[in-house]
Nanobody
Framework: VQLQASGGGLVQAGGSLRLSCVAS????????VGWFRQAPGKEREGVAV????????YYADSVKGRFTISRDNAKDTVYLQMNSLKPEDTAVYYC?????????????????????WGQGTLVTVSS
């Protein structure tokens, strides 16, 4: 059971990247999925989350209006489109699958409901 995040890289401020998350060993299509990030010396932060159907999404205030989480259940893939990137977005980004199909609005950002984590992909935004 493993998740794999990909799509990170080096981009200038104002640029865009799209991250992808796929699973091996299980299907993502019945799970809520979240994107989290951790910058050097900082705590892990919940970035965005999507329920199993894609109808419900939530975002950290720091990325609202710039990032969009989506999923293609036919491809069993979850995406994070990141636009207008800022240097403070620099971090390792992880995707994680919840043990639930829905989202707890008050606590998803803490990551406690997410049992399966990927190895992460590095996003570096230069100024």
């Amino acid at each position: 059971v493993q998740l794999q995040a990909s799509g990170g890289g080096l981009v200038q401020a104002g640029g865009s990247l799209r991250l992808s998350c796929v699973a091996s060993g299980f299907r993502l299509n019945r799970k809520a999925v979240g994107w989290f990030r951790q910058a050097p010396g900082k705590e892990r932060e919940g970035v965005a989350v999507i329920n199993y159907s894609g109808v419900s999404t939530y975002y950290a205030d720091s990325v609202k209006g710039r990032f969009t989480i989506s999923r293609d259940n036919a491809k069993d893939t979850v995406y994070l489109q990141m636009n207008s990137l800022k240097p403070e977005d620099t971090a390792v980004y992880y995707c994680a699958a919840s043990i639930y199909d829905g989202i707890d609005f008050g606590s998803w950002h803490q990551g406690g409901d997410f049992a399966s984590w990927g190895q992460g992909t590095l996003v570096t935004v230069s100024s």
